[in-house]
């Protein structure tokens, strides 16, 4: 039986009662990936963010400060400058963190530390983005992004950071194999504060080999960090999910044509969406049909595809969403 038509099945199964009134709303905190421009000066294996048919676009300056003025209007708290690399365009980075700080938002920078070749660069850099009222500096750190960025980069901007006061966190992605001890080893051995992040198979990475996978049965409940690229395309999944295509489920509309309160409300109002960030990416794929062997077998992200970026699929989950989805909980 193949997946469409197991789903089918499951969606005339379903019970059809309504949530319980006893349950509490939902309450969004609304955060924006702010994507100011796609253009990375170096070129990452892995990189989720580019697509074969990549090409880097930026956004016109005055119009990005118009947007964080209209997200700090719209309740949005929070800004991370992300896509390619921000701080190629530093000094418009820096105006754009001075407009989030003129309208009280926390404000995060996503950087892989080109720009840290020796402590003294290190610093000046990160003393300007304190200056200006960065919030948060995330840097990113892999086996991948080291063979373009030397580690002790990563090291010297962490340090800085510690040295001026500026949060900071470093970004490992990983693909959980033994070549990453080393670099683990690395950040343990420099007292680094860091998060390890699962590698995604989307962008560059599409075609990677993989490790079979088994876990637990976790939810896999997705927060779904909205994002906005350059050109003011704004979609409900800053990762895997602004890439597909086949469908553009994630795909909320242009910020050119709707406003970013319509946007906003479009994210929050679905019931697809909710039930990936309420219910969980595992438990829609058990209502779908897939077998609960199976699931355990998938990363996240490629669960998520295999559901929402194939259109027969998603059909038949919007098909049934108001009156199975819904109600399919413990
Ligand atoms: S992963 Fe980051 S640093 Fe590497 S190419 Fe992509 S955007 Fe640039
Ligand atoms: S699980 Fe889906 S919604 Fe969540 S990050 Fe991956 S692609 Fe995006």
């Keep these: 039986m193949n997946q469409t038509e197991t789903v089918t099945k499951y969606l005339f199964l379903v019970p059809l009662e309504k949530k319980g009134s006893h349950e509490a709303p939902v309450i969004h905190m609304r955060k924006i990936a702010f994507g100011y421009s796609t253009r990375c000066n170096v070129k990452c294996a892995h990189c989720v963010a580019a697509d074969p048919d990549h090409v880097p676009a930026r956004m016109a300056l005055a119009k990005a400060k118009d947007l964080i003025e209209q997200m700090a209007g719209a309740g949005v708290s929070g800004v991370s400058f992300t896509a390619g690399e921000p701080l190629l365009y530093m000094d418009d980075i820096l105006e754009l963190i001075g407009t989030c700080r003129k309208f009280a938002l926390y404000s995060r920078l996503v950087s892989n530390s080109f720009w840290a070749g020796s402590a003294e660069e290190a610093s000046a850099v990160v ?9 948060q500096l995330r840097l990113s750190y892999s086996r991948w992004h080291q063979q373009n960025i030397k580690r002790d980069n990563v090291l010297n901007a962490a340090k800085s ?5 500026l949060d900071y966190f470093i970004s490992f992605v990983t693909d959980f194999t033994k070549e990453d001890d080393g670099y683990e080893d690395f950040l343990r051995k420099n007292g680094l504060r860091f998060f390890p ?23 896999n409940r997705c927060a779904m960090n909205p ?3 350059p050109n003011l395309d704004m979609y409900a999944c800053c990762d895997a999910g602004s890439h597909f295509k086949r469908t553009n489920f994630f795909h909320l ?3 050119n044509s709707s406003s970013v309160e319509e946007l906003f409300c479009k994210t929050e109002n ?4 909710n039930a990936i960030r309420n219910v969980g ?7 779908a049909g897939f077998r609960t062997r199976d699931i355990v077998g998938y990363r996240k992200c490629e669960l998520c595809e295999k559901l929402f970026n194939s259109p027969d699929n998603l059909e038949l989950l919007q098909q049934g969403a108001e009156g199975g989805l819904a109600a399919w909980h413990r």
Aim: charged share 20%; glycine share 8%.
């Design 127 to 135: 003393m300007q983005m304190k200056a200006a009222g960065l919030s």
């Design 227 to 229: 994002y906005v690229d």
């Design 270 to 273: 679905s019931v697809l969406y």
């Design 197 to 219: 992040e699962p590698m995604i198979y989307s962008g560059r990475a599409t075609d990677f080999e993989r490790l079979p996978l088994r876990t637990d049965f976790q939810e």
């Design 281 to 287: 990416i595992s438990t829609i794929a058990s209502f």
């Design 253 to 255: 509309g242009n910020l």
């Design 161 to 165: 950071c510690e040295a001026a006061g």
